[in-house]
């Protein structure tokens, strides 16, 4: 019977879980008839994008908020491609600023950007997104509404062929589900600058705690930092309409590298929430890849492995279902049970990347 005494280790994991997909049953999309006059600046930091960053300003010229109440803020991250040439000769933006980062990294680049805004609410993205007309409208209206400090907005990749595209995008949902859930249950966990709202003034004041010494991290930090403002407002803005689409890392060495990067960001959080769910996430993987090992040597362990692989399953089924059937991908669920037995390899293996790089880059 001892060999079942690991399985009590998976419970916080589905407690935890579990209550993610309570508060994720309470969405309810964001409807408005019309959007206020509220001047909003939209920051864009990007580096060698002068292939993607065009076809977004496109997104965002073709808006239905007015054009005399946005600008765009391109801020070129010293790029050494035509990055800067390309923003710079985009005409069709009525209020469109382009500069150059005046130091390195990205925080900086936003961080260049929010100076040069002349709203006093800031919507960022990134270069290889895609919008949808209502974006803005849909995103101030919103902010209009509920007057938050920050709001976090959804964002979709956009979809392609494949199990490796397809285990993307299947645990990209499953990180917008949390995003989503902990957000409607009061604790926000995670955000994506990809689609990220604030105002300047909340900006400021807690950019002091944006530990410029880590590249990336500019959304989290940013997040839990608002946390602790007593008073601060954080929520979820559910709706088609606020959504981003994101382009897909393209290789498998730059998909790890990214995951590891945002691993490494967790050395230094200090939200109990956030540690809390990192912590958690962890320990099934282990467990389920330490029960497969031991079934090679002892049969007594196969059924442990069925039990935790199964209960793990429950859960992450049920977020997905829910995320991917709200972002209108119901299909991406055939891939949910091969996705489920690669999962535990890909995030112990990206745990010991990290792990061994021991930085942050």
């Known amino acids: 019977m001892m060999q079942w005494l690991p399985a009590i280790f998976i419970i916080p994991y589905i407690i935890l879980l579990l209550r993610i997909y309570r508060s994720l049953k ?18 864009i930091p990007c580096r060698n994008e002068e292939r993607s960053l065009t076809a977004l300003l496109t997104d965002i010229s073709f808006q239905d908020y007015p054009p005399a109440l946005y600008e765009v803020i ?22 469109i600023k382009v500069i150059h980062n005046s130091g390195s990294g990205k925080k ?30 849909t ?6 509404q509920h007057q938050a400090d920050l709001i976090i907005a959804p964002v979709k990749i956009i979809s392609g062929k494949g199990f490796p595209s397809k285990f993307q995008e299947l645990e990209f949902m499953g990180l917008q589900g949390v995003t989503a859930g902990t957000a409607l249950d009061g604790n926000p966990t995670m955000c994506n600058g990809a689609n990220l709202a604030f105002t300047k003034k909340i900006y400021y004041k807690n950019d002091g705690n944006l530990h410029p010494e880590i590249p990336s991290g500019d959304d989290i930090f940013l997040l839990h930092s608002v946390k602790q403002q007593a008073g601060s407002r954080i929520l979820w803005l559910e709706s088609p309409e606020a ?11 730059a998909f790890l590298k990214q995951r590891s990067r945002w691993l490494a960001k967790s050395r230094v959080y200090k939200d109990s929430a956030t540690i809390l769910l990192g912590t958690v996430t962890l320990i099934p993987s282990l467990l389920i890849l330490f029960a497969l090992a031991a079934s090679f040597f002892n049969s007594i362990f196969i059924p442990l492995f069925a039990v935790l692989f199964l209960v793990k399953s429950i859960p992450d089924f049920l977020i997905l279902k829910n995320t991917t059937s709200r972002y209108g991908n119901a299909k991406l669920m055939k891939w949910f049970v091969p996705a489920q037995l690669f999962y535990p390899f890909y995030v112990t293996g990206v745990a010991v990347i990290t792990l061994l790089k021991g930085r942050y880059r």
Do not use: M
């Not at 391109?74 to 209020?95: G, L, M, P, Y």
């Not at 680049?109 to 409208?137: H, P």
């Open 74 to 95: 391109v801020i070129d991250n010293n790029s050494t491609d035509k990055t800067f040439r390309a923003a710079s000769e985009f005409k069709q933006i009525k209020n």
């Open 108 to 137: 900086e680049a936003v961080r260049c950007g929010i100076d040069a805004a002349s709203s006093g609410l800031i919507i960022t993205t990134d270069a290889d997104c895609r919008a949808g007309e209502k974006w803005i409208s």
């Open 26 to 43: 309470r969405a309810k999309p964001f409807t408005f008839f019309s959007a206020p006059h509220v001047p909003v600046s939209v920051i």
């Open 139 to 144: 995103i101030v209206t919103f902010y209009h």
């Open 243 to 253: 959504t981003i689409n994101t382009a897909p890392v393209t290789s498998t060495s």
